[in-house]
Each structure stands twice: as C-alpha cells, then as structure tokens.
C-alpha cells in the first residue's frame, strides 16, 4: 500500500490523484481541491454490489438504531433540528464572528501549537481539528457559490494551514497511538503536498507500529527520495530492516516448528501402527494441557519408545491418580509400587499386592491387567483402544473385585439395551 494511495482498511478520504499538483491549479479551485483531498470520497458500491454506499460522514451510521441515527444527523449543520454543541457548528460560529476563515483556522492552529509544546496532545489535536472543520466549512461554501471571495495569494495562505494542521494531528494521533488515523492524515497531507517529509516519517512510524512493514518502507523510501540525507528517516529505516529480520526470523521458526509437528505427527502414527495400537478420538477430549502420547526421547525417531498419558480410577472409592507418561516397556507393578498405598485408603485395602486391574475393551467388556506384563504388551493386543490420548485403568481390592466386575457388566447391558 502506497501512502498516498491509502486502500483498503485504511479507506482513502480522496478522490484526487496522488499525482496531482495542487500547485499548478487555478487560485479559484486549488482550496477546494485541497479540500477535497481530505474530505471527499469517490463513489463506491455498497458490498451487496446494489445500493451505493453512504458518504464517509454517514456511513458508521448504516448499522445503528434509527434513534442513533437521528441523534448523529443532528450533529451534521445540513441536518440540525435543534442546537447542540458539536464541531462543524463551533466551526460556523467562529466563522460568523471571528474573522475570515484564514484568521479562524490560523488561530486553532496555533493554539494547537502552543498545546503541542506543553505535550498535551489531545487537546492539541482537537484545536486541529477544529481549524480543519473551520476551513471543510468554507469549502463546502464555496463550491455553493456562497463562500467569502479570497484572492489566490489568500487561498495559498489556507491550503498551508490545512496542509499544517493534518501533518501536526497526524503527530498527535501517533503519539497517542492512533495509527490509523495518523496515517489518514498524513496521506491527507500528502496528496496537498507530495513533498511533506513530516507526513512520510509519520506515516512510515505508524505503518510500522500496526506491522505493515511494506508499507512503511514504501513511505519511508518516497520520503528519502525527496531527502535522501534526513536523518529521522534514515532512523524509522533502519527500524524497518531490524522489525523486519525479526519478522522474517518469526516466519522461518513457524514453519520450521510447522514442519517438526508434522513430521512427529507422522513418526507417531507409524509407531502406532506399527505395534498394533488402536486409538480414538472423541467430539470432547478432555483438557489434558502438556500431556500427550508421545515418542521419547525423540518424537521424530522411529527407535524412541512410546509413553501414554493413563488414569487410574477406583470406582469403589470415588478417586484417582494420574501418570503423565507411562512408557511402554514399563509395567503397571512399575507405577503401583510408588503410588499404592494412598492417603485416603484408611482400611488399608490398596497396596500393591492387594488390588486387581481391569481396563474396559472396544466391545465394552473387561480385560485383567497383569502388574507384571509390559504396558505395550497390554495395548498390541488388539482387545483395548488408547481414547483421546489417555488410558483409563481401573483399580479395585481383591476382596470386593468380583463384586464390582458383575456390576459393571450389568451396567453396560443396560446402556446397550436402553
């Protein structure tokens, strides 16, 4: 995007052509085309390519209620049905009792100087604001034929202020972060004058704060092109080569990190099915944040192993335990050694010689899981399915694990039969 183009998101406020020379043009033309420049827009087509679209004064009001509405054309002097405080009316007031609109605008802008020096910005860029509203006001006066006759060294004199007042708000909007608009203006401000450097150091500044690095390389050159020894320029340019290479590097590690998911994606599907491994995943995977079936050490070498995030449940109890990677040369005598016996066992029925192990099968049966048989023993054997990346181990005392077996199975008939 070139900055005096301004398409797209930042949606052009002129219909002059940036290779327009406002200097070349009839004295009695050159303020409104100056105008113009910041505050008209060419005819567009609305997006359902139907109706056209609203004026860029109106058209944040397409989607609001109509009593918004309303109370927004009220601000607008062409719309007024009662007096309220607003700019464009502050702007006829001065206009109607302070002098003639050079004197007016001249005034705001250095009032809006003199709170740019005192670093209040915001009320610096209102008094810009208010000097550019004084002379949209005559403007719009003079391409009705109502406008105060000026001479052209007069209209000279208020392109100058108007060129001024956008290069010192877009200053203001950028330390106030207002990117966008900094860069509207500025490309306000261009399209006055093709040579304000201000305008494309701004404008380079802004476009580099909201990451559009082509862009502000395409304003900082055109800027260097009119002065190549200016030294704020040569600063915003070597930011963009650095913001650059540190977008470039970011870029080069995505992909990077793109590529080694991928191919640890494939590895782990390999391996799986490589040892016969059924997995399954479901429209609700539970939150399991780091954890994961994963080859270890390496999750791109076929030779790691490969370790299962498992539960272990105990119905009778209401608990659990959770084993972040439980590898598959491991046993389940491996884990029940360290974490049998548990706190809230107070009978004493948990230990590690003392419980039995089921795992439920793809057919919704039970299967007995030996303490002393390898956990990829247990899972190459087709009867179970690793779901959601986590295994699921039952765990029940002995002495009551008959008992548990039959009600789990009629709990299961009733799921199938319901």
């Not at 009316?89 to 809006?112: D, H, M, N, Q, W």
């Not at 800027?223 to 970011?250: F, W």
């Not at 087709?382 to 694990?401: S, W, Y």
């Amino acid at each position: 995007m070139k900055i005096e183009e301004l398409p797209g998101d930042f949606a052009s406020k002129a219909n002059v052509s940036s290779k327009q020379d406002f200097s070349q043009q009839p004295a009695a033309d050159l303020f409104t085309q100056a105008m113009s420049a910041f505050s008209s827009a060419p005819p567009s087509i609305s997006k359902d390519g139907t109706t056209p679209e609203l004026p860029p004064a109106m058209a944040a009001l397409r989607d609001k209620p109509a009593g918004e509405i309303l109370a927004d054309l009220n601000k607008l002097p062409l719309f007024m049905t009662s007096l309220e405080e607003n700019d464009d009316l502050e702007a006829i007031k001065a206009l109607a009792y302070e002098g003639t609109p050079l004197k007016v605008a001249s005034g705001f802008k250095e009032r809006g100087n003199e709170c740019f020096k005192e670093q209040n910005w915001k009320d610096a860029k209102e008094f810009y604001t208010k000097s550019i509203q004084v002379l949209l006001v005559e403007a719009r006066k003079r391409q009705n034929g109502e406008g105060i006759a000026a001479d052209q060294e007069e209209v000279k004199k208020e392109v100058s202020v108007l060129e001024a007042c956008l290069s010192n708000r877009a200053a203001c909007h950028l330390i106030l972060k207002n990117y966008r608009s900094c860069v509207m203006d500025c490309g306000s401000a261009i399209r006055i004058n093709k040579r304000n450097i201000k305008a494309y150091y701004r404008s380079a500044k802004a476009l580099l704060a909201l990451d559009k690095i082509a862009e502000a390389d395409d304003a900082c050159t055109k800027g260097l092109e009119i002065d190549p020894e200016n030294k704020a320029l040569h600063e915003v340019s070597s930011e963009i080569i650095k913001k650059n290479e540190k977008v470039t590097e970011k870029k080069r590690k995505e992909i990077e990190r793109g590529v080694r998911r991928q191919k640890e994606d494939a590895t782990l599907k390999a391996a799986l099915k490589a040892r016969n491994i059924k997995t399954r995943k479901t429209a609700q995977p539970p939150e399991m944040e780091d954890a994961k079936v994963e080859l270890t050490p390496d999750p791109v070498d076929p030779a790691s192993s490969l370790s299962f995030p498992t539960v272990l449940l105990y119905p009778l109890a209401l608990e659990s335990d959770f084993i972040k990677a439980f590898n598959e040369m491991q046993t389940l005598g491996d884990h029940l050694a360290y974490i049998l016996p548990v706190p809230w066992d107070s009978k004493g029925e948990y230990t590690p010689t003392s419980v039995e192990c089921y795992m439920e099968t793809v057919t919704g049966g039970l299967i007995k899981v030996g303490r002393k048989v390898t956990f990829l023993k247990v899972l190459s054997e087709g009867n179970v399915e690793v779901v959601d990346d986590v295994v699921k181990i039952f765990v029940v005392p002995k002495t009551r694990a008959e008992m548990w077996v039959k009600e789990f199975k009629l709990k299961k008939a009733a799921e199938k039969d319901g």
